[in-house]
């Protein structure tokens, strides 16, 4: 069994219809169980309807958004299953999720992956028999890759996480921290983007405002979002999925042995180091210097394109 867990918001307008989408699709997977967490509008009212687990009371910071800690410890101590997964109240899911979790044998990990962008503007009829494969079709046909920066969801025992700063749900920086915490205490980070498809029903992040540290243009540099970055360490441990040592194909996980993966562990070896030397002072030293050349770079070929167009 996997413990689903995930924190909805109010269940109003089109973020209702996508909500509604998602976690209906979650109840369609075998062994799994789901638990529904915070107390917005329509939430209560919703679990009940549909039978899934509703926990009201989770702790919020000073401008009332939920934190990841009380999240996280709370889902642990309520689940039935050793194994977690943490997904946005906005993610579909399909079969290939739990049948491919079932496959990874090791004993601590941490598994993530890239979802596909696309625009669903009315509830789907769960009860058609063939709507997995109209919505596989609809990712082939219309789905966008979103970039290795996005992460939707989080696959974990419930061993690795023992103490989660107390970072604000929604905002900058916690889900990278995630990574960089698997990472630092030498657990395989698992990408399961080439066989597992998720789907990322598109909206309007700014409709989902409720103060004025969470609107679009401050998503990234509210307030909320500084703490989070403090919090985190700030952008030298944002970690994505190009952090992953591991790729999950075909039901195998595999280490990942790509330049582009050596690259990386390269650029992150003083950040995992728990120690002070000359030599990580030089790696980070000289990747700051290729990776502000490469900015200088790409804006000068922007302003030529610009010009000559």
């Not at 046909?141 to 974990?156: A, R, S, W």
């Not at 916690?174 to 399961?192: E, M």
């Not at 919090?231 to 994505?240: K, M, Q, V, W």
């Amino acid at each position: 069994m996997i413990s689903l867990f995930a924190v909805p918001k109010s269940f109003e307008g089109h973020t209702g219809i996508i909500q509604t989408n998602a976690i209906l699709s979650w109840k369609k997977m075998k062994n799994c169980e789901i638990i529904l967490m915070g107390n917005d509008s329509g939430v209560r009212e919703f679990c009940s309807n549909n039978q899934i687990k509703h926990i009201p009371d989770i702790k919020s910071n000073k401008y009332g958004t939920p934190l990841i800690s009380s999240i996280f410890k709370t889902a642990m101590q309520e689940a039935n299953s050793d194994i977690m997964a943490y997904v946005n109240s906005d993610i579909i899911l399909l079969d290939s999720f739990t049948k491919n979790i079932s496959q990874i044998n090791f004993k601590n990990y941490l598994l993530i992956g890239q979802r596909w962008d696309l625009d669903i503007v009315k509830l789907i009829d769960f009860d058609d028999d063939n709507y997995k494969i109209k919505l596989e079709k609809k990712i082939n046909e219309q789905g966008v890759l979103h970039p290795k920066t996005g992460i939707d969801y989080f696959v974990f025992p419930k061993t690795i996480f023992n103490k989660i700063p107390d970072f604000a749900i929604g905002r900058t920086s916690w889900d990278n921290w995630l990574v960089y915490n698997a990472r630092l205490n030498k657990h395989p980070v698992i990408n399961g983007t080439q066989s597992i498809d998720i789907i990322h029903q598109n909206h309007d992040y700014g409709k989902f405002i409720k103060n004025e540290n969470l609107d679009t243009k401050k998503y990234k540099k509210g307030i909320e979002s500084e703490i989070n970055s403090k919090l985190a360490g700030g952008d030298r441990f944002s970690f994505n999925l190009n952090d992953c040592t591991h790729n999950l194909i075909k039901g195998q996980v595999i280490k990942d042995t790509s330049i582009k993966y050596l690259f990386f562990k390269l650029y992150r070896l003083p950040r995992l180091s728990t120690k002070i030397s000359p030599l990580n002072y030089f790696i980070d030293f000289s990747f700051d210097i290729i990776f502000k050349t490469y900015s200088i770079y790409k804006k000068i070929k922007e302003i030529v394109r610009l010009k000559s167009s």
